[in-house]
Structure formats: C-alpha cells, structure tokens
C-alpha cells in the first residue's frame, strides 16, 4: 500500500472509473452506454486508490437516506467497488474503506449500506447482512384466484416522465412501514428504477408502470418479454401496495395480462402476502431466498437512538469495534452511554444485521456470535427490535 494515495476521484476522471468497473466485473461497456453509465458515480463521493496517476482502486459513496424503523437516517450507500486484478490483497480495498467509515463520520451519517458481489468480504469492515429477499414464480396460464376481494378501483398505465410525481409518495409510504428502502428523487426513479434499456437484460420491453390512484393507491413496475409470446414472462420490478387489496388487485392485473403465462417476482420481501393469499398455493412458487442488503452502524449511539423500538426495555448491549473504536462500550437502547454491566455482547457487523429486525438475535446466540450475560436478555432484545413488516430492499446500486 505505501507506494499508494487514497484520494478523491475528480468528475473529470468518471470514464476511468468505469473503465476499472468494466476490468473488474468482466464487463463491456458499449459506447453509446457510456454516459448513461456515470450518473451514479457523478453524484457520489468518490475515493481512488492512485499508483501515480494511475487509478487502481476505486469506493463510491452515495449520500441517501435508509429507512429503517421509526426514522430515514443519511446513509452512505456504497457502490462501484473495484480494485484492478494486478493490486489486489494488498490492503487497497481496506484503506479505501477506512477513508469511507472517516467520510460518513465526518459528514454524521449514521448508517452506511451496500450489496456485495462477494459476501464474504464485508463482514470484517463491520457489515452485517440485514435483509433477505425471495424470489417468486405465478403461473398466469390459468386464472389467479385470491383469497381476499381485490380492490375494484380502476388502474391505469403511466408514463416514466411521471413515475416520481406520481409513485414517489406511494413509495414514501411503503418505505415508512417497511424498513430497508432508499429514499428516492427524481434521477433515481428515472435512472436506477426505470431505465428505459436494462442494460444487462436488453432483451425485455421498457418498464411499464400501472397505478392504482388515490390513498390506499399502489402500484406494479413490470418488464416482458419483447417478441416473445412463447415465453410469455412478465418480469415485475417491483409492487408497492397500502392494503392487501390494492397489492390483490395488482397482482391479478399482472396475471391477467393477454400473451402471458408467467410471473417471474424476483426479490420480492421475505414476508410477501401473495404465497398466502393465493387459494392454490402451487400457483406461486418461491423459486430463491438470498441475502440483500448488507448494512453497517456507522455511529452506534445515534443509531440506538434514532430507531424505534417495539417494547421499553432498559437493556445494555455492549458493543465491539476494533474500526470504528467510538463506537466501543456499553449503551442502552436509547443511546446513552453507560457504566453498567452488559446484558448481551454483540460485534458491531452482529449489531448491524438485527438492527432494520430481519435477524433474530436469539439466532446469533445460538450460533455463538452474540453473547447473552444476562438469560432472557436475547428473546427481549428481540421483543424490542421487532417490525411488523420484514425489511426489504429494491434499491440496486
Ligand atoms: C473484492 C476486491 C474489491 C478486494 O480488494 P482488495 O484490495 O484485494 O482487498 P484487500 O487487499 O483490502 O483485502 C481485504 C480483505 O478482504 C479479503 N478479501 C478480498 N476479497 C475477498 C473475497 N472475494 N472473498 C473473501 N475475502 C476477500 C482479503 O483476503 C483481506 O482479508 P484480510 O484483511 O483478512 O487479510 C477486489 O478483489 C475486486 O475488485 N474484485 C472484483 C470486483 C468486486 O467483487 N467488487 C466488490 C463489489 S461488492
């Protein structure tokens, strides 16, 4: 590393940057793609690793907001994550990190997150994996039949230009009860949610979008197959609903939809109602369970006490840090630092992944890697943590 400079990335420098992105995820990035590629990194902040002027490892930070439960804290969302095949293990990756963990302290955002293309490397820096997805298959060749009476409210199709005015605050509600979304703005519902071209799945249709107005509203983000009626797939990129009836009504749209067979949901909430809503279950078949979002307490107290909790309990959870040493000690649920001793003991990556409440804490117990001092402390811990929607992501970046 000391023939190395950890450095910002200027603007002028983005085309290197996806030039090392490229390298590292064996991709190729067509010409005309180029500047439709480098809005994410532009509106980032960028960390280099230099060999001279030579960029050899590259951390992108996006200033968000995550909700998690009771709160939208700023989070730095991490992406673009690369270091060239000939610096590799030789500690670029960690510097770079060290100068995020410096980044997000200074600018007091107390949460960072990321998807990890290899998972096994993010739990040593302090991230812990906080949500699960599924993914889910709906045979349409036949009549999808539910269990509950579908809203019957018309539903119309809209364009993209009129995504973010019209599904923005459907989406802030949905993220409001469910932890785990990004807070989104105008360039993200055009950019990362609704590319016209899915860069790496051409061969789907533009999204379309249909909406079921009002207040409860929701509305279903879906992709088919372009000339395609053998396959006849609907690819749903995302369905937000405020009551089991309007998400009913969706789905049955989806279903219904003339040159199709199937639905192909894939990353879908652990918790989604429509494998218990369908009267043949057999109709939706849930085809993968992965880890999603991996999510790291950049400053531990704050985030105790901006999230909220389900029950009053006056535990102490000491917490160990070896990266971020603020962050070492005993605190209460409410972010007070105490002398107390420790009812639990946990490694901050442990303390991220049960924090949106997608992982029981009596699990990592089990497992050995939380320690329970005090007996019961565990199940209360999890009493106090709980939501009453499992956290999801549908934010790729
Ligand atoms: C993954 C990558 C960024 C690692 O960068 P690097 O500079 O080699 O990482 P470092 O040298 O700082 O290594 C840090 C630690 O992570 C470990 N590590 C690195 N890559 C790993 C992997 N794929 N699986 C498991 N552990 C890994 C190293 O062994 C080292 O462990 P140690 O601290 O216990 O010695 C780099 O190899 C790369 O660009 N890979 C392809 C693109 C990619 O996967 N990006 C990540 C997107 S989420």
Redesign the pocket.
Known sequence: MSDLEIRAVPESELDRMLDLLDV??HHRTEDDERDRNLWMPRRSERIGAYEGDTLV?QLAALPMKLSVPGALPDCSAITW???LPT?????????MIERMHADAVAAGRPVAA?????A??YG?YGFGLADRSIDLEVDTSRPLALRIEADPRPLRLIRRDQAAEVLGPIHARAIGRRPGGLARDAEWWEKAILPRVDEFHDEYTEPRIVVLDGEPGGYAIYRTHENDDASGTIRLDELEADTPAVEAALWQFLAAIDLTKRIQANGRPVDDLLPLLAIDPDQVVVKGDWGALWLRLIDVPTALRLRSWATDESLVIEVKDARLPANEGRWRLTGEATGDEPDLTFGVAELGSVYLGGTRVRRLVRAGLVTEHTPGAAKRLDAALEVPLAPHTNDDF
């Open positions: 590292v995820f490892g994550v690369g270091v610096h590799r293990r030789r500690g670029v990756l960690t510097a990321l998807w990890a293309s290899q096994g490397i040593r």
